[in-house]
């Protein structure tokens, strides 16, 4: 995102146009990851016309397309030919293993992007315009596609996340994970610890997804399931572990303390929840990923939001927890937040 | 629009996440627009329940979007209160003289965005999928709104264009205004010069929003109209002057410079053309904001393109110009073209 840049250079509205044709930047990245120009790129000479071959498409609806990438940042062009960025080698190109195009895939789902198109109105009414519960109702397929797709931008904050709770814990453990989803970050403590045994809680058609995510890792023989809504099932025998991974941002501040409580009561003593987050600093406009976030929440849920630590904090308290602490993982834009029964 | 800045900085996916969700920025800032929020903020104190309360929204939906906007560096935020950036004030407020919100009303038309729905499908094709000519499909009806509400943006290059048609020229002349709009740019000409006489070319509908806003400037007795296509109507007896504003991008090579011609055809001996554009450098990813506009021309045109000013010269020079100057509006995405007869 990009701050205002008019202090001291002379006032032009660029700002407004660019923002207002920022929409054309989703499309234009989607199309082409849809049209595997970042292969092409990372795998070719990088002219117009190879691009075009690869992708199967018009060398004018290459040229602009690839053009409009380099001024979004998002390639470069050298002599003419396109070549990568250090971003979109590593994040773009599906040759890279962190490649992370699959996110597209949830991010552009027609039905996350439909309620911008009433803004004013969820603006005014202070809710998504989705009917029921918004992107949280009960059965809602999206997750089954945020499952499937958002694995390889979750899956660099898993290691991180496992080595904060774990702190080096060793011996048998019972981990809890709660809206498991691609279940990446309950796996991970798996693969980190041995002896621990992680019981996956999301929709039935999600925790499937999960499921075969533990077994390439390995994991499956001490991975279970636990198919509901977190708030209606119960979670069974107490856990050392809990993790609220992408969770608690869907819901409102009293809802969240109640859900905290009932996590509060499933813990062995000194048990820890591990609640992933995108947590803006207290002033709500940085950094600007964890802000923006509140936007997303907006649209799509009854009374979600980005959280702040000192919010995050406050629930944990109300929900009889000891003190919270903030562990951000580096190079990303969510924090963990730990706090022990 | 940002360039890569992980040359040195650490590598993270923001850049990918950011454009995948940029279409938020474009919403965010046509809510705010129709919410009434930036002359809230020029005219309140500034905090969340004040301007909450001129807009008749929730406090939750203004303080999350307020936040973004901040976030997308189109307002400050100083302990807790929001305020504007110079260009906020400048270009968003309704309350100042250079305010141009309106041109959200063409920008974000839903005619206009459709077709990035199926962008790798025009990349494939190289060509809108939208029927026939695509935006230039005879009488659409997306020209009466951009001469409606594009008036605010073009209205700052008027004064530069005019000065540079014009050169201090006096006396009686002719001018021809081709694909008029909101008439801003002949309306200008009449204004520089007392005795020129000045006729719009447009579709009818279009034109009443040229001679209204002729009537508004005190110069409808020199304002003549021509309705119908550049392509199709005589344009009558020489003139001097000949407008050419926004339009060739609209159209292949081959149709500007065939439709150059018929401008050279209608030119007195030493007459003038006057082409504004959207003029990037050769090598079109510079600057930003002219060479992003192929994008749009490649979503809505058949063969639009923004060109570079060597293939302006070089139409100007097909169609029986003598060599073409270049001529860019300080501050503005803008460049007219000059060629003589």
Chains 1, 2 share one sequence.
Request: with cysteine.
């Amino acid at each position: 995102m990009q701050p205002d840049a008019s202090a001291g250079a002379p006032l032009t509205p660029a700002i407004v146009f660019e923002n207002l044709q920022a929409y054309q930047r989703t499309f234009a990245l989607k199309a082409a990851i849809e049209l595997d120009v970042f292969r092409a790129v990372g795998q070719g000479p990088g002219d117009v016309a190879s691009i075009a071959r690869h992708a199967k498409a018009s060398e004018r609806g290459i040229r602009i397309l690839c053009d409009f990438l380099v001024i979004a940042g998002l390639l470069r062009k050298e002599n003419g030919h396109y070549r990568h960025t250090p971003s979109s080698a590593t994040f773009l190109d599906p040759s890279s293993p962190a490649c992370m195009a699959s996110i597209t895939r949830f991010l552009a789902l027609p039905e996350l992007r439909e309620p911008y198109e009433h803004l004013a109105d969820i603006v005014r009414n202070g809710r998504t315009v989705l009917p029921g519960e918004g992107s949280v109702e009960p059965e809602n397929p999206i997750w089954v596609e945020f499952a499937q797709s958002m694995g390889p931008m979750m899956a660099p904050l898993a290691g991180p996340l496992g080595l904060v709770v774990l702190q080096g814990r060793t011996g048998p453990m019972r981990v809890l994970d709660i809206a498991a989803g691609h279940g990446l970050f309950g796996i991970e403590i798996a693969k980190q610890n041995r002896q621990a045994h992680v019981t996956g809680l999301d929709w039935a058609p999600v925790l499937r997804v999960a499921l075969e995510n533990a077994r390439k890792a390995g994991v499956e023989d001490r991975y279970d399931m636990l198919p509901g809504s977190a708030f209606d099932v119960e979670f069974g025998e107490p856990y050392e572990t809990i993790l609220l991974t992408n969770f608690l941002h869907h819901f409102d501040f009293e809802t969240c303390v109640m859900l905290l409580k009932k996590v509060h009561g499933s813990l062995k003593p000194e048990g820890c929840a591990a609640t992933l987050e995108f947590v803006p600093n207290e002033d709500r406009v940085s950094p600007p990923l964890p802000a923006a976030f509140s936007m997303t929440m907006l649209a799509s849920t009854v009374a979600g939001d980005a959280y702040t630590f000192k919010e995050l904090a406050e629930m944990h308290r109300q929900a009889g927890f000891k003190p919270a602490t903030a562990h951000p993982i580096p190079m990303s834009p969510h924090t963990v937040v730990l706090a022990r029964a």
